[in-house]
């Protein structure tokens, strides 16, 4: 059987998936495989010069301008006898928009000449370029707005990428093509106490060693603004076999917001100086007035019960015994809002009858009224009105009220005391025909040491108020005041609840009981912020707390100390929490400890599997302290917590 060598060929070109053109020595198509003639319907124009074909199906170059025909790589193959390779070219088919590399070769055999031209099909190829550059682009955007300089380093220390604001803080453009080493010499990188930093010991190098950094605070001396007080982190970017090869650092100018801090530190201790001094200043002459007021008001006790007194002196009495009661109360309100500012004012509870002291605390200012001409009427409920509070601080709240009311009103007027119910709740109001207040005066009237800037005539401290106000919300209640304006009255409003218990204000801040008092806790966390912050909560409810950075540092530790329970992490440097708590429970003697995993990964199966490797309960980060505290003093089951992740 004899091989026909053209057919092998033409068989051969057809399989190709590429389309392939054949031209003779003058230039006209003599072949195109299947492929060629399925995209360019080439079959038609087999014998006719390959111009005609160009012709149908102009190209673009890469930059978008159109080719004109004498200048296609297979013409110019034709004309010129010379190859033409990777020549880039897009066309328009009726299957779409196709990006092609052309290859011309020219054919010489046995004196004839012709071409040989091969589309080679690099549409995917270029689409996947254009997208990594766009993404480039965006990235490098990215990080050129975000407000941390960002500087990318090899293994060797060398710049590798540095966006714009990283350039801007290190200043100068030599210092970017330095040496890890030699960028700190330059930039006389220390500590923040000025203690120089060894070179192993700079964040870039401790994360080429495989270590996280997390907000370090350095300073560093840039060339045009000076010592500048740096945040850096280091991060360091891994191989899929595990190896380092270069780190990304990150840091931020932290100068201004350092000394912002130091300075809102310094204007706080300042304010709680003179908050200090103004406390003590109030105590002492509180004490000062007190002492000469009991032997006054003593005598005067004595005095008026003599039977043989004159009118006058009756009367002379009468007038000193008031204002001396007056001038009492006066250093008492002093005193009790000093302790309710340092939160050293305990409310007494009990049951107790509301309306009764609303009664008494009216009619205690009956023979003040009347002196003054004030009509005073108290408009109260028929009945008894448990409440559940402090009966004497209640009894205090009205009489302020009403002495405030008598203080600014004028004679001929009245002043109203009322008590109505509101489901839960009792509402006392004190209403009258005095001098009002003015609208621009309403914002401050409850503030300490305020008069009113408007109030035609003032006195006093102007504290009376403000331990309403206070004393009212001590028992969980609110007050309101409204007026029409100078000259028309005013009405105070304070609601208190019967039936719900206040909540107790039994000591300064602080003196809460602490509900980890005796408690021994093991913090196992590499993230220092985490892991500080964590410990100084748990202090805080009175726990004794312990800390370890690493796995087998924190197995070592449970070892030593046998805490009750253990906080662990998931993702830790050398092995994982759930290698900790299986070594944990792999010890007889820790077999009791409760294991608790703090993580940032939280689906049903990090849960299932955090428990199967031997922890009790599973919290996902930023954690509940609420939810953590109620499991740690056993408000709360673990299986509780466990379900409710698993959810």
């Known amino acids: 059987m004899t091989v026909d060598p053209i057919a092998i060929s033409g068989a051969a070109l057809d399989a190709l998936v590429e389309p392939v053109l054949m031209t003779d020595a003058d230039g006209r198509l003599t072949f195109a495989n299947a492929t060629a003639a399925h995209l360019f319907g080439a079959e038609k124009h087999i014998g006719c010069p390959v111009t005609e074909l160009i012709a149908r199906f102009p190209a673009r170059t890469p930059d978008g301008v159109a080719l004109p025909p004498s200048l296609h790589p297979i013409a110019r193959a034709v004309a010129q006898r010379q190859a033409v390779i990777g020549a880039e070219l897009t066309f328009e088919l009726e299957t779409g928009t196709v990006t092609y590399l052309v290859n011309t070769v020219p054919l010489r055999e046995a004196g004839a000449g012709g071409t040989v031209a091969v589309f080679h099909d690099v549409t995917a190829a270029r689409r996947l370029e254009r997208e990594a550059a766009e993404h480039a682009a965006r990235l490098e955007a990215l990080v050129d707005v975000v407000d941390e300089g960002i500087h990318i380093i090899d293994a060797d220390g060398r710049t590798l990428f540095v966006n714009a604001l990283g350039r801007d803080l290190l200043g100068d453009p030599a210092i970017e093509s330095m040496s890890a080493a030699g960028r700190a010499r330059a930039l006389h990188v220390t500590e923040v106490d000025g203690r120089p930093i060894p070179g192993d010991g700079l964040p870039s190098s401790r994360a080429l060693?495989?270590?996280?950094?997390?907000?370090?605070?350095?300073?560093?001396?840039?060339?045009?603004?000076?010592?500048?007080?740096?945040?850096?982190?280091?991060?360091?970017?891994?191989?899929?076999?595990?190896?380092?090869?270069?780190?990304?650092?990150?840091?931020?100018?932290?100068?201004?917001?350092?000394?912002?801090?130091?300075?809102?530190?310094?204007?706080?201790?300042?304010?709680?100086?003179?908050?200090?001094?103004?406390?003590?200043?109030?105590?002492?002459?509180?004490?000062?007035?007190?002492?000469?007021?009991?032997?006054?008001?003593?005598?005067?006790?004595?005095?008026?019960?003599?039977?043989?007194?004159?009118?006058?002196?009756?009367?002379?009495?009468?007038?000193?015994?008031?204002?001396?009661?007056?001038?009492v109360r006066l250093v008492d309100d002093l005193l009790d809002l000093s302790r309710i500012v340092h939160g050293k004012l305990a409310l007494r509870v009990e049951a107790f009858d509301l309306r009764e002291q609303v009664r008494v605390a009216a009619e205690s200012f009956e023979e003040s009224a009347s002196l003054k001409r004030v009509r005073l009427s108290a408009d109260l409920p028929p009945a008894a009105v448990p409440m559940w509070g402090d009966a004497e601080r209640v009894h205090q709240i009205v009489a302020n009220l009403v002495a405030n009311a008598l203080k600014f009103t004028p004679s001929g007027g009245?002043?109203?005391?009322?008590?109505?119910?509101?489901?839960?709740?009792?509402?006392?109001?004190?209403?009258?025909?005095?001098?009002g207040i003015a609208v621009a005066d309403l914002a401050i009237i409850w503030e300490p040491f305020r008069q009113g800037r408007h109030t035609p005539r003032r006195g006093g401290l102007g504290i009376g108020l403000d331990l309403v106000r206070r004393l009212t919300e001590l028992h969980g209640g609110r007050v309101a005041v409204t007026s029409d304006g100078p000259g028309r009255g005013a009405r105070f409003r304070v609601e208190l609840p019967l039936t719900r218990p206040p909540a107790p204000a039994t000591g300064p801040a602080g003196s809460a009981p602490r509900r980890l008092a005796g408690r021994t806790v093991l913090v196992i966390e590499d993230n220092a912020d985490t892991r500080d912050?964590?410990?100084?909560?748990?202090?805080?409810?009175?726990?004794?707390?312990?800390?370890?950075?690493?796995?087998?540092?924190?197995?070592?530790?449970?070892?030593?100390?046998?805490?009750?329970?253990?906080?662990?992490?998931?993702g830790l440097p050398d092995i994982d929490g759930m290698e900790v708590a299986r070594r944990l429970r792999a010890h007889r003697h820790l077999r009791g400890v409760r294991c608790i995993a703090l993580t940032g990964y939280g689906q049903a199966e990090d849960v299932r599997q955090a428990i199967e490797s031997g922890f009790d309960a599973h919290l996902t980060k930023p954690i509940n302290l609420d939810q953590l505290l109620a499991l740690l003093v056993g408000e709360r089951s673990v299986d509780s917590v466990r379900d409710s992740r698993v959810d």
Not at 298 to 321: F, M, Q, S, Y
Not at 550 to 562: F, K, T
């Open 209 to 327: 060693r495989g270590e996280t950094v997390v907000s370090v605070e350095l300073l560093m001396r840039h060339p045009q603004r000076g010592v500048r007080r740096m945040r850096v982190t280091a991060h360091p970017l891994r191989r899929p076999g595990g190896r380092t090869y270069a780190v990304v650092v990150a840091w931020k100018d932290v100068t201004a917001e350092h000394q912002a801090v130091a300075e809102l530190k310094m204007a706080r201790q300042a304010a709680e100086d003179a908050s200090r001094l103004k406390d003590e200043f109030i105590a002492a002459l509180s004490h000062e007035l007190r002492t000469p007021l009991q032997p006054i008001l003593g005598w005067t006790e004595v005095l008026r019960r003599h039977p043989a007194l004159d009118d006058a002196t009756a009367r002379g009495l009468e007038a000193i015994h008031r204002n001396v009661r007056h001038q």
């Open 414 to 435: 009245r002043v109203e005391v009322s008590l109505a119910l509101r489901a839960d709740s009792a509402v006392i109001e004190v209403a009258d025909t005095g001098e």
């Open 533 to 570: 912050v964590l410990k100084l909560m748990l202090e805080l409810e009175g726990a004794e707390v312990a800390t370890a950075e690493s796995g087998e540092d924190g197995v070592r530790a449970a070892d030593q100390r046998r805490p009750e329970f253990v906080l662990c992490d998931i």
